[in-house]
Nanobody, 126 residues
Framework: QVQLVESGGGLVQAGDSLRLSCAAS????????MGWFRQVPGKGREFVAM????????DYADSVKGRFTISRDNAKNTVYLQMNSLKPEDTAVYYC???????????????????WGQGTQVTVSA
């Protein structure tokens, strides 16, 4: 069983940067892909970024492409989301997620992931 704990959220101004971290425990971290999602009140959880087990492949939502970078350190059992040039519309609760079982869902779908962290709030003021 995998457990995920996010950290690094906070209140920043537009144009600032933040780095989110997600520490994993349990199953060997290097064997499953990881993702980041975000959610605002009244809306569904939105795909942000994904990284494969060996960091060989990443993908991003169009809304964050060129500003956010996902990375992982398998030695530290941690995945990161570096967020630059933040905008007020990036304000949300950010969740990391792990996909530790086989699934036919695409990695941009919530259903692809079977384990979630508790979320960390990111607030970007104008």
């Amino acid at each position: 069983q995998v457990q995920l704990v996010e950290s690094g959220g906070g209140l920043v101004q537009a144009g600032d940067s933040l780095r989110l971290s997600c520490a994993a425990s349990g199953r060997t971290f290097s064997t499953y892909p990881m993702g980041w999602f975000r959610q605002v009140p009244g809306k569904g959880r939105e795909f942000v970024a994904m990284i494969r087990e060996d960091s060989g492949s990443t993908d991003y939502a169009d809304s964050v492409k060129g500003r956010f970078t996902i990375s992982r350190d398998n030695a530290k059992n941690t995945v990161y989301l570096q967020m630059n040039s933040l905008k007020p519309e990036d304000t949300a609760v950010y969740y990391c997620a792990a996909s530790t079982t086989s699934t036919f869902y695409r990695y941009t779908s919530r259903q692809y992931y079977n384990t979630w962290g508790q979320g960390t709030q990111v607030t970007v003021s104008a």
